[in-house]
C-alpha cells in the first residue's frame, strides 16, 4: 500500500474507532473527531517519509488504544451509580481480591538488601 493509502487508513481507523466507543455520545463524537481531523490537517504538508511512517504508527496504536482502553461511563439518574458501555473490544483486566492481611515489600527501589 502506498505511502498515502496508509495515512488515509490509518485516518479512517481512528475514526471507526471513535464511531464504536463513543457511540450515542454527540458530544464525544463531536470533539474527537475535530482532534482527529485537526491533527492530520496540522501534518498534512509534512513530506518526510521518516516522520509520516512514524505519525501512521501512532495514529494506528491510537485507534487500537481507543477501542481496547476506554469505555464510556454514564451516572443513571436519580442515583449514584454508573453504567459503563463495555465492547467486544473493551480489554478487562482480571481484578484481584482485597487481602487485608497481605504483607507489602516495604523495600525502596534500588536499595540492594
Same mark, same amino acid.
Given at each position: $500500500? ?6 488515509? =487508513? =490509518? ?25 482527529? %481531523?485537526?491533527?492530520?490537517?496540522? %501534518? $498534512?504538508?509534512? =513530506? ?7 505519525s501512521i504508527k501512532f495514529a494506528e496504536e491510537a485507534a487500537v488504544t481507543i477501542r481496547t482502553r476506554i469505555v464510556q461511563g454514564k451516572k443513571k439518574e436519580n442515583e449514584d451509580v454508573y ?27 534500588? !536499595? !540492594? =538488601?
Amino acid at each position: $500500500m502506498s505511502l498515502r493509502g496508509r495515512v488515509l =487508513s =490509518s485516518f479512517k481507523k481512528l475514526h471507526q474507532a471513535r464511531k464504536a466507543v463513543f457511540q450515542g455520545d454527540d458530544h464525544a463524537l463531536k470533539a474527537v473527531r475535530e482532534k482527529i %481531523n485537526g491533527d492530520f490537517r496540522m %501534518n $498534512m504538508l509534512e =513530506s518526510n517519509k521518516e516522520k509520516i511512517e512514524e505519525s501512521i504508527k501512532f495514529a494506528e496504536e491510537a485507534a487500537v488504544t481507543i477501542r481496547t482502553r476506554i469505555v464510556q461511563g454514564k451516572k443513571k439518574e436519580n442515583e449514584d451509580v454508573y453504567a459503563f458501555r463495555i465492547t467486544k473490544d473493551t480489554h478487562l483486566e482480571d481484578n484481584v481480591p482485597y487481602d487485608a492481611a497481605a504483607v507489602l515489600n516495604k523495600k525502596k527501589p534500588g !536499595k !540492594k =538488601s
